[in-house]
């Protein structure tokens, strides 16, 4: 096994990748030196840009750790997380629309990093039913952009719907019509 340095373990990270970073919420166990790593690299080199940042628990110490060294401009595309007020910088980007960001269950958010770990397609799951995580109503969605997009994604999946049954419904007619 070859040991690297966070420096050069940001060099790994492409543009609109998506880090999965690990901690135990409050500053705690969280990879700071590669975050602090991807930050630097980003002011210097204006790279990796829209990557998608995944937590289960707030990644930061409610100041500027964790998280919040990926608050610029360009660098963060999306953050995904069971609780954003670890990381104040990305709730002011989440707040100004300047990022998509999504909040999900801790648990549910736990149980899909199992599915994607054990090369699973997804999770349903009815946690969050009839709250703002429900797909019906915000979508877990955080920031207006990323009600936006779930909105018309919401919009363009019902259509899809609609044209599947009607076209459903034309073809059991013409089976129908054939007898």
């Known amino acids: 096994m070859q040991i690297i340095s966070a420096s050069e373990a940001a060099k790994f990270v492409c543009d609109g990748d998506t880090v999965l970073i690990s901690g135990s919420g409050g500053g705690h166990a969280v990879p700071d030196a590669l975050l602090a790593a991807l930050e630097a690299r980003f002011l210097e080199q204006g790279a990796p840009r829209g990557i998608t940042s995944m937590s289960i628990v707030g990644v930061g110490d409610r100041a500027a750790l964790g998280a919040s060294h990926l608050a610029h401009k360009g660098l963060l595309r999306r953050a995904i ?99």
């Open 81 to 179: 997380t069971s609780a954003l007020v670890d990381s104040p910088a990305l709730v002011t980007m989440a707040a100004a629309d300047e990022i998509e960001a999504y909040t999900l269950p801790q648990g549910v958010m736990s149980q899909l990093m199992r599915e994607m770990a054990a090369g699973r397609p997804g999770l349903i799951t009815k946690t969050g039913l009839h709250t703002f995580v429900d797909p019906r109503q915000q979508g877990a969605a955080k920031s207006a952009h990323a009600a936006r997009l779930h909105r018309s994604t919401h919009a363009r999946r019902r259509a899809i719907s609609a044209f599947q049954a009607a076209a459903a419904e034309r073809h059991l007619r013409a089976r129908h019509h054939r007898r």
